[in-house]
Nanobody, 117 residues
């Protein structure tokens, strides 16, 4: 089971991008009880948590993106989105969507975000 991530691309510093992650049909029935998150992995670095939204819609953010990124979930579309504003070159990474319920974890295939200065 793989989440379907999209929306990456190339952006200039200061511009915006929006990532989307759609739950596949096999897990849409449990979407509302999944904790969702976006991680990213820059070249040569470990994967890190960017933002998360729980099933009860509590959100958390990495300090580096607070005030610039917003995570949201759409129960009708079974989708989680990451609105990224005021992008910086340090935001360049492959972004991965993640869903978790108990001990079960799902990942997306990753979408590349490149921010030029």
């Amino acid at each position: 089971v793989q989440l379907q991530a999209s929306g990456g691309g190339l952006a200039q510093a200061g511009r915006s991008l929006r990532l989307s992650c759609k739950a596949p049909r096999t897990i849409t029935s449990v979407f509302n009880v999944l904790d969702m998150a976006w991680y990213r992995q820059a070249p040569g670095k470990q994967r890190e948590l960017v933002a998360a939204v729980t099933a009860s819609r509590t959100t958390t953010y990495a300090d580096s993106v607070k005030g610039r990124f917003t995570i949201s979930r759409d129960s009708s579309q079974k989708t989680v989105r990451l609105q990224m504003n005021d992008l910086k070159p340090d935001d360049t990474a492959v972004y991965y969507c993640n869903a978790q319920r108990g001990l079960t974890t799902y990942w997306g295939q990753g979408t590349l975000v490149t921010v030029s200065s």
